[in-house]
């Protein structure tokens, strides 16, 4: 029997990356073994993962040797960056720029790079509809991902570059779901007007970056967008009224009023959003639900996920 070939994952123990580690490891046809990258070996996930059957490796995106040792002798690599663990888009392309250079030194026949859209290209800096931040970019955690596409390109590593939506897991984790008005009335806030946000399930981006691994080298090269749903705000809010058993209404507030509700991010968030909200055509069309369902036949839509996880959506 031959050995599988090994596909090495940045984050493994995060959203992305434990998706595609699941992915991998759940499937028992699969033609790949998985080697689990991560800065803390010793944590309760890495030895869940051990059980699974991953191969756990130190690596620290700040020490460019860790990488090239965890890429060492990959077939692919999953490569992600943590923008809200820290902040910075400098530091985004910093550790964007190991990982291309650890790629190709490695030799590794597939990266998938998770990246974003530079929101510069639509929105130049000195385009006052949307105010520019950190000096250099109008939405720091989009701009820099997207900037950082040109070190693969440059690089010569077979590349495909997965462009996700909003999770909606920043209903459980980050704040973002429904919350009561001074009335008692769940409200759903997002400055989105009645434009639809694509959306997907954290988990599903790992199976979709599996489902490319296993195409072979037909997405080498391609920005593939995933989505598990296109919504308005009003119809998110209809989904989860259902879901939870009460009332959710839609709160649309312009962009400038979240910018300012005062959370760490909350800036870059209110232009995010307003991101999507201006360029609706452009970000739906990328994030294609038929590709993304061709990918992962088991992606869910928002009914769905909510179906699973509606009791760990925080009501405040």
Known sequence: MAAKKIISVIGATGSQGGGLVRAILNDPESDYSVRALTRNVNSDKVRELVKLGAEVVAVDLDDPESVKRGFDKSFGVYCVTFYWAHFSPEKELAHAWTMAEAAQYSGAEHV??????????????????????????????????????????ESGVPTTY????????????????????????LTLTFPM???????IAAEDIGKCAYGIFKAGRRYIGKKVGIAGDHLTGSEMARELGKALGQDVRYNDVPPEV???????????????????????????????????????????????????????????
């Not at 929105?123 to 000096?135: A, W």
């Not at 307003?274 to 038929?290: H, S, T, V």
């Open 162 to 185: 997965l462009i996700p939506s909003f999770y909606w897991e920043n209903m459980i984790y980050f704040g973002m779901g429904p919350k009561k008005d001074e009335n008692g009335i």
């Open 258 to 316: 979240y910018r300012g509700f005062g959370f760490p991010g909350a800036d870059d968030l209110g232009n995010m959003f307003q991101f999507y909200r201006d360029f609706e055509k452009d970000c739906l069309a990328l994030r294609n639900l038929e590709v993304s369902r061709a990918l992962n036949p088991t992606l869910m839509d928002f009914t769905s996920w909510l179906a699973r996880y509606k009791d760990r959506i925080p009501i405040a």
């Open 112 to 153: 998938i790079w998770s990246t974003l859209e530079d929101t510069r290209k639509w929105i130049p800096l000195g385009d006052n509809r949307m105010p520019t931040l950190q000096e250099k970019y109008k939405v720091p955690h989009f701009d820099a991902k997207g900037e950082a596409d040109h070190f693969f390109e």
């Open 193 to 199: 007007g009645d434009k639809k946000l694509a959306g």
